[in-house]
Structure formats: C-alpha cells, structure tokens
C-alpha cells in the first residue's frame, strides 16, 4: 500500500491549512508507504514528521531518517535536506489526519472503542476486549500495559501514543483481520489530539477523580479534555456509555441523553447491578440493562471497583454483540498485569499488586482485600508518589491506607527529579497507623515480604505493571511482581 507525495499534499491543502513545498525537481510521483514521527522506527518510503516534543525536536533527526530511508518531510520549517518537504505550521495539528490518509484510513474500517477517564480504564479495555473476541471477533488493543495488533503484543510506552504511532498501529490490525480496536485514552492524548484521524463508534466514560492537576490545574479543565472524546473524535451517532454514579458522568448523560447509557448503582441508571456477590475466587453478578433481558454472568475479577468495571464493559457492548458473548467474555476475562494481581507465597501469606496510584484508587484496592480477608489477617501496604506528579494526593494516600491496612511501608515510585525521601516525608505526614519508610523500592518489597506471617497480605501499589523505577533521567529495570516471584523462588 502506498499514496503518492501529491495526493498528501493535496490532502492536507484541503484541510485548509497554508502550506509550503520544498523540492528539487519533481516530487509528485513519490511513493509514501509510512508516516512516522520517530526517526528509529523510519525504513524506505517513509514520510519522516518533525514533531516537536518535550524534550527533542524531529527537526534535528532529518539526517538520521533520510539514512534509514525515508522519501519525504512533513515539518514546520525548511530543513536542510534534498527530500521534498511539506512545511506547515504546525506538524501535530495534521499529523493523525495525515497519517490516517497515508494508511488508508484504518480506523474506519474497525470498530473502535475509546476508554476514557482516571479509575479503570484497563481493567475495563481487557474485559470489552474479551467480550469482542468471545462473539468471534479478532480484536486489537492500545493501552498502558501493551499494545497488541490482534496477534503480536508488545509493552506499551505511554497510555496513548502519537498520532501517526496510532494509525500504523491500527493499519497493522487492519492487515491482522482484526473487527475492532479497544483503546485506552489518556486525558493527555486527547488534550494534544494524539487520536486526530480516529471517529470512535463506542467513547466510554469511568469516572474522574483528582489526578493529572500538575498539568490540567483544575478538575473542570481535566474533566473537558477527558470530554473531547464524545465531542470532538467519536462520530455523531455514537452509542457509549457513561458512569451515571460519578457528577462528571451525568455531565456527559446529560448533554448526549440519546447517545450514551447510564451504568451505575444507583436509582436512575439505565443499566446497573441488581445483586452481586464476591469470594476470594470471584464474583456473580445479576446485570440489568434497559430494553434487555438481565444477564447472570461469573467474572474471575474481584472487588467493588470490578464490578463497575465489568457493568461498565458489559454497558458498552449490550446491542453491539449477543448476550452469549457478553457471558463468555466476562467469565473468561485474563488477568489484569498489575490490576489486583494475586501471588500466594508458601506460607499461607499472600501478594497483591496494584497500579493504584491515586488516594480513591488505594483506599478502593484496600477496602476489597479488607472486605474479602476480614479483620484477622495483618494487611501491610507498601506504596510511594511519583516526582512531578499532583503533590496533595501524597498525605491523602497515607490516610486512604490507615484506613483499611494496619501497617505501611513508603518507598519509591519514579521519583523523577525529585528527591525520594522528600515525597515520602510528605507521604507519611497523613499516616494514622504504624509506618516505616525505605526509599529503595526493592529493598522495600523484599523487606515486606521477609517480615511477612502466615496469613498476612502485602499490597504492593503505585507501579503495577511498569517494569522500571525512574529516578533522574535514569530507568532502573523493576517490576514488583517479578520482584515478588523471584523472592518466592
């Protein structure tokens, strides 16, 4: 598959935006087969896009694409090279459309759900993905664990990637057979138009809770870029849902009554938990939804926060598959790589690990374990705060765990440029209950896991499936489950 250098430039001419050509000679019938932004992953026939980013600009990588193949430039400013170069103002406002256009326009050609908002979006994308792929369907999957194109996986950089990274991405779907893509959407990747290009059939909306204020600097701010999903990328006959329990959730209700279903717990919800019941092995849960017959469904998933997880799947998906699928999926849901991830040690104790990194998604994570194991067994809550990340939520977290554990161990959590013991000075000036503090992560864990008695629980939270401590620039490899099997060897 390939476009020629003209029909791009006539494309993006027609989006209204003032355009530059710089060539030598003629450069009309010049194949282009990719778009990407990254000059390491540029091959013959590549269009190289000078994006400019936080910390390099593609601009100073023109060089290094040219030698790996690539046939032409989309920039922002004449760059000293012989390929032909479509100069624009701005790359990042044309580059998800351009990039959709070299490849054929690949989102179109899937059904595409969009998992917006801070609590759940995983979870929620692997159980939609499960229930898609029980009705038949081949089913790709972008996310912050990995990035599957419906046969390879691979671990994912950041929860929504660039534009043009997200197109190839879902032209490899496309040429794997795929029916659908299920995506999580960061509130960064729509505020920055990463998913320009993409009309999403089914936008899905979890809930909102303090996260990301460094940047957004207010909830109305974080909430409206979180918003762009259902005004700005999904197609205007949309059929989403959004969660009818949460305010901002009954903001989007409330503005798309025709297209999006309430799913919630409460009175009103156009789709919610009739009765549940939750063990240490799972949960069984009676589901209604209006205009439907109920569904009696198993997940292997436990907790509170699941179960919305699974109404909010299941919400999403009445109407696009059967009920047999939805059953199916639901039961046969994988394990969630850091989402309440169990490990029995040999004594009798046991091992959680949780991305839980915010105060409402602790104290959710460690209100379940408590629930489920009951008050005779010690539960010990290791946890630390990222460097540059929203400073206020870091005594709310120390108080979410007295809540519910009986001792806490602070420690790191991608301390980034700040200094470790600093955040978690912060950190355990909310504490209630017994804290110790061990700033290295693994020093942490493994004391936790030494001091550990038959019966006891260690939850490990913050970090869940990454598999590296930032600390100055630096990526130390870690991954707390591994850390966890390794010391059980």
Known sequence: MSVKFEDVLNFIRAKNFNVRVKSQGNFCDVEISEAISDSRDVKNGTLFCCIKGENSDGHNFVKAAENSGACALLCEREVDSDLPQIIVENVRDILGETASFVYDNPSEKLLMVGVTGTNGKTTTTYITRSILQASGMRVGLLGTIIESDGINDKDADRTTPESAEIQRQLYSMVKN?????????SSHGLYFGRVKGISYDVPVFTNLYPEHLDFHINMENYFEAK????????????????NFDDPYGKRLLA???????????????????????????????????????????????????????????????????????????????????????????????CVFVDFAHTPSALRSVLSVIRKLSGNDRKIISVFGHGGGRYQQNRPELAKAASEFADEILITSDNARDEDPMKIAEAIASGATIPYKIIVDRPEAVNYGLNNLKAGDILVITGKGPEKFITIKGKKIPFNDAEAVKNWRK
């Open 177 to 185: 057979k795929c029916g659908a893509c299920v995506m999580e959407t």
């Open 255 to 349: 503005e798309f009554p025709e297209n999006i279903r309430g799913f919630g717990l409460t009175e009103g919800a156009k789709s919610k938990v009739l009765k549940s019941d939750t063990t240490i092995n799972g949960t069984d849960l009676e589901i209604f939804t209006e205009g439907f017959n109920n569904l009696t469904l198993h997940s292997p998933l436990v907790g509170d926060f699941n179960i919305m997880n699974t109404l909010c799947a299941v919400s999403a998906m009445r109407g696009i598959v059967n009920d047999e699928a939805i059953v199916k999926g639901v039961a046969n849901v994988p394990q969630v790589p850091g989402r309440l991830e169990r490990i029995d040690l040999p004594n009798g104790a």
């Open 227 to 242: 918003k762009l999903l259902f005004t700005k990328y999904s197609k205007k006959n949309f059929k989403g849902a959004a």
